[in-house]
């Protein structure tokens, strides 16, 4: 299913493999079109499922990363380079190293940076010189939170060193052997940095989500629900499995 909601364009897909497709042909006609541009990626559990999709349209010859340039939206902070929850080890098992990216093209915040100030300016400098990131995939948390721009008073600007809610942090437990080992900070992308993105591609699966996807495309705009800046950019595509619309049907029947 098709429709829009004020500028956002939602997908409505019947599972997470059929939302992970139409992810995956939403960023290869983008790659197609603009294939030397600079494109923002996400990690957790949502994308899993596009990336394996890249891979395969990688293999049969319909995707070709190697002018394409990449950034992450964010990095546990600190974390070692090692730690296999790292989300560079994420990328490269996922991606990076799956596909014919030029390893130079690869820009993700450093976990391990003694200088967090100049680590995050220089990767501001680096969107910027890289001529802006044309297509930003995001994930949401439960929270709301987009990158890791956790809920707050205002909405962030540039890249920076953010404190991770009690909320991430449980929702993240399950990915490390215990919920002591989750880092408390992360380096993410600001709110103003991903809203600079030409294209903005939101996806979330499950029921878990669907609360927070009706608050983020139906509530006010607000600090609290960081997501909710979507509805004021130009060019976002909501790509959802019918679990995490189910917010969306109540309000569009009630
Ligand atoms: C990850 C990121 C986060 C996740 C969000 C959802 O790079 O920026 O905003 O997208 O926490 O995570 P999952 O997909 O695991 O539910």
Redesign the pocket.
């Known amino acids: 299913m098709f429709f829009k909601i004020g500028n956002i364009k939602i997908h409505i897909e019947k599972d997470y493999n059929a939302m992970s497709a139409r992810a995956a042909d939403i960023f290869t006609e983008a790659a197609v079109k603009n294939p030397s541009g600079a494109y923002g990626f ?6 899993i499922g596009m990336y394996n999709v890249l891979v395969e349209k990688y293999k049969e010859g319909a995707l070709d990363f190697s002018q394409l340039s990449t950034f ?3 990095e546990y902070y600190p974390i070692k380079s090692d730690n296999d929850q790292c ?1 560079r080890c994420f990328m490269e098992q996922r991606l990076f190293n799956l596909v014919n990216l030029n390893k130079s093209n690869i820009n993700l915040l450093n976990g391990e940076t003694g200088d967090t100030s100049r680590e995050c300016s220089a990767y501001e400098e680096k969107i910027h010189l890289a001529g802006g990131i044309v297509l930003q995939i ?4 439960t929270n709301g ?4 721009n956790e809920p707050g008073d205002y909405f962030s600007g540039a890249t920076g060193v953010v404190n991770l809610t009690k909320n ?1 942090i449980d ?2 437990a399950r990915f490390f052997e215990n919920r002591d080992q989750v880092p408390r900070k992360a380096l ?1 992308m600001g709110i103003r940095t991903i809203m600079s993105s030409k294209e903005i591609l939101l996806l979330a699966s499950g029921k878990n ?1 669907s609360q927070i996807i009706s608050d983020t495309l139906f509530g006010r705009i607000t600090p609290q629900v960081p997501a909710s800046i979507l509805q004021v950019h130009r060019h976002v595509r909501v790509v959802l499995d019918e679990a995490a619309a189910e917010g969306i049907n109540n309000r569009l029947l009630t």
Do not use: C, R
Request: charged share 15%; net charge negative; aromatic share 8%.
């Open positions: 996400a990690t957790g559990s949502t994308p992450n939206l964010d989300y995001l994930g949401i948390g939170h987009i990158g890791f991430t929702d993240n993410s989500k």
